[in-house]
């Protein structure tokens, strides 16, 4: 069995003024929220349990999460300083159980199919403690590039460095299990922030799985509006099931609609 640990506490402080009135992960792509398609996808993959962290707009985050078809699968942490990453992981160990986690920072979008990301884990060269997930990206000052070898295995790892040796980058998405969940417990705080305290430990003992589909971090105005664009052309999307979000949104007369609408008038100012 696969759990899964969606990173849904971020601040957003590049989105603003956008989420100075919506966390990052209730962000609409296409009138459905970022958190709502992440659901989706990781439950038709019969992954459980799902635990989401909260800390900015808790209360918004935790009322969404209640009304969710998936909630059953769900477990809802809050946290009241921001842990990093890795602290997130080690404070969630036993929600999270003896199981192979995809650890995932939801306030990206990304459409792939989670059954290949975790095959891609279990078939890892041998001595890999974790499987990353790569994309191409048209920005890779801003990304953390990985140069790997023939077997797929990440040899360098460059985090948002100016002219980086290539655009295939690290999407923030990873497949692991026991042993490095173990490490980044026994790790204590040096290990909080994967991307600086688990990830360069890890050269020659990382294998990569590339997404072919869609990736693309909505953390900022600009890219949240392109985002409209690119993602249904993309992965042609059916339609819309009806979504708890346009509950949260329509409440107290509207007034969430139209706080978040005269938002995005200043964004795009």
Known sequence: MTAALLLAAGIGSRLRPLSDVL?????????RPLLGLWLDALAAADIA?????THHHAALVQAYLARSPHAARLVVTHEVELLGTGGSLAANHEALGENDVLLAHADNLSAFDPRAFIGAFAARPAGSLLTMMTFETDAPETCG???????G????FHEKVANPPGTRANAAVYMLGAELRALVRQGGPATADFS????????GRMNTWHNETYHRDIGTPKNLFRAQI???LAVSPPPAPPDPWFGLMARDNGALARAFTAAVATALA
């Open 196 to 203: 600086t305290g688990v990830l360069p430990r890890l050269l």
């Open 153 to 156: 295995l990440v040899r360098a």
């Open 49 to 53: 349990p799902i635990v989401v962290n």
């Open 23 to 31: 966390p990052k992960c209730l962000m609409p792509i296409c009138g």
């Open 230 to 232: 690119e993602y249904p």
């Open 145 to 151: 590039i990985v140069e790997t070898d023939a077997q």
